[in-house]
């Protein structure tokens, strides 16, 4: 019985697996899409956006934020890109050392 038990659990756990890959899926095509649509208007809006962001950075503001995605920096500042470095995945890292000290 206690097998049995087992086997079904794998079993769910199996399943699980295999849906949160499928999602992870869809949600990276959709991710892909989204950026070929976002990269193609942006080039019809302003034709030069991409090859001025290309020649250098300059940020004048480093950006330690939550990672939320919920919350991007660009959106919640109305800055657009290139105009601040964004660490928000980095958060912890930073603020750890600095609480130490």
């Known amino acids: ?3 049995q038990n087992e086997a079904h659990q794998n079993s769910d756990t199996a399943s699980q697996s295999c849906s949160c890959s499928h999602h992870a899926t ?3 095509s959709q991710m892909i899409t989204g950026n070929l649509n976002w990269a193609q ?3 019809k809006e302003d034709p030069d956006f991409f090859n ?3 020649k250098s950075q300059q940020p004048e503001v480093l950006w330690i934020g ?3 995605s919920r919350a991007p920096a660009n959106v919640i500042t ?3 890109a290139g105009g601040y470095l964004s660490t928000e995945t ?8 600095i609480l130490i000290c």
């Open 1 to 3: 019985m206690e097998n």
């Open 90 to 97: 980095w958060r912890m890292s930073v603020l750890i050392p």
């Open 26 to 28: 869809d949600t990276f």
């Open 52 to 54: 001025q962001l290309a």
């Open 66 to 68: 939550c990672a939320d």
């Open 41 to 43: 208007a942006t080039s």
């Open 78 to 80: 109305g800055i657009k």
